[in-house]
C-alpha cells in the first residue's frame, strides 16, 4: 500500500504492485538471492509509511550498493526517507561499498530528496509501454519479415521458461552484451554473467512467478548465438508483462536482428498470452537505436527516469 500511493503520485501510469509480488522480489531479486537490508519505517501508531531495501551484486561492482526507498506520501517531511537512508549508507558501508546508485522518476520529490542528500543524475531514463490489444499485428509481421530478409544466415529459436543446463554457457555472451548499451554517467563495471548467474536468474524469476520467455538469433553455419529478447509475464499482476534484456553480440550486428527478435516475440505472445494488456520497458534516453527499434513496434512514451548515483 506504501508503494502503491507513492507511485499514484510520482508515476500515476506504473501499474500497482502487489503485496506478493513485493515479497517474492525481497526473497529472489534477480539472481535467487534476498536483498542484503530490509526496513520498515513505523509511525508512532505502530502504522507503516515507509519502506527501503539494499541489494548487492556477488558477481561484479563490488563497491556498489543499491539502495531503493519508498515513503507514504502523508508521511513525507517527517524524517523516514532519512532514517532509512542512514540505515543503507550504514549498512553498505558495512558490506565494504563505497557508491550508491538508485533509479527513481524525474522532477519528483523523491529525484529531490536525493539530490539535497549528495546524488546526483548520471543518465536520464525513459519507459516505453505497449497496449497488446491495440498491436498492429499485420504490421509487426511486416516489421519481422522485413528484418528477417537481411538476416538470411540466422534463425530464431524459442525458448519457453527456464534454459536447459547445457544451453547455460552459450547464454552467458548474451546476457553480457547488454553492457554495451550507454550507461552514460553512471559509474560501474559491465556485468558478469557465468554460468551459475544465469542459472540462479531462471531460478529466481520461476520463484517470482515471472514466466520468462525467450527469443535467440542463432548463427546458421558455426549454430553460435548472436543475440536474444526476453520477456517476463507477469503471473502476480495478471494483464501485465516486462520487456527485460534485448542484446546484440557485437560480432552479429548490422543484420537487423534486434528488430527481428522484438518483433517476432510480440507476435508469440499474442498467441501465447492474447490476455496481455501492458508490456512496459526502460531505456536509457541515449539508446537511439533501441529506442528506434521500440517506437517503429509502437511503444509510447509512460514515464521518465533518472539513474542517480552517490559516493560514500
Not at 94 to 112: C, K, N, V, Y
Not at 137 to 156: F, I, N, Q, V, W
Not at 207 to 226: D, F, I, S
Request: glycine fraction near 8%.
Amino acid at each position: 500500500a506504501v508503494t502503491r500511493a507513492e507511485l499514484a503520485v510520482d508515476m500515476p501510469s506504473a501499474v500497482p504492485i502487489t503485496g506478493e509480488g513485493l515479497l517474492l522480489q525481497a526473497r529472489h531479486g534477480f539472481d535467487d538471492y534476498p536483498c542484503d537490508g530490509l526496513w520498515l519505517a513505523r509511525d508512532a501508531a505502530g502504522q507503516l509509511i515507509g519502506h527501503a531495501h539494499l541489494e548487492v551484486s556477488r558477481w561484479d561492482n563490488p563497491d556498489l550498493a543499491m539502495v531503493f526507498c519508498y515513503v507514504h506520501p502523508s508521511a513525507r517531511g517527517q524524517g523516514a526517507g532519512t532514517a532509512m537512508l542512514e540505515a543503507q549508507v550504514a549498512t553498505a558501508k558495512e558490506l565494504g561499498r563505497s557508491s550508491l546508485l538508485t533509479f527513481a522518476i524525474e522532477d519528483t520529490a523523491p529525484t529531490r530528496f536525493l539530490a539535497a542528500r549528495g546524488f546526483t543524475v548520471g543518465q536520464l531514463t525513459a519507459q516505453r509501454r505497449l497496449l497488446p490489444q491495440s498491436i498492429d499485428y499485420d504490421h509487426l509481421e511486416r516489421l519481422a519479415k522485413g528484418a528477417s530478409s537481411k538476416a538470411p544466415d540466422y534463425e530464431l529459436v524459442r525458448l519457453d521458461g527456464a534454459a536447459p543446463e547445457e544451453m547455460l554457457p552459450g547464454l552467458t555472451a548474451l546476457f553480457e552484451a547488454i553492457s554495451d548499451g550507454p550507461d552514460d554517467g553512471i559509474e560501474r563495471e559491465p556485468d558478469r554473467f557465468p554460468v551459475e548467474r544465469a542459472r540462479r536468474y531462471d531460478a529466481a524469476m520461476a520463484a517470482r512467478r515471472q514466466h520468462v520467455y525467450r527469443l535467440m538469433a542463432r548463427h546458421r553455419r558455426t549454430g553460435e548465438w548472436a543475440g536474444h529478447t526476453i520477456l517476463c509475464v507477469d503471473e502476480t499482476r495478471p494483464g501485465y508483462a516486462v520487456q527485460e534484456d534485448t542484446s546484440v553480440l557485437r560480432a552479429h550486428r548490422g543484420h537487423r536482428l534486434g528488430m527481428w527478435l522484438k518483433a517476432s516475440m510480440l507476435v508469440w505472445m499474442r498467441g501465447e498470452h492474447p490476455e496481455l494488456t501492458t508490456i512496459d520497458t526502460w531505456n536509457a534516453r541515449t539508446n537511439t537505436h533501441m529506442i528506434a527499434v521500440n517506437e517503429a513496434l509502437g511503444c509510447e512514451v509512460s514515464a521518465l527516469g533518472v539513474a542517480m548515483q552517490r559516493t560514500i
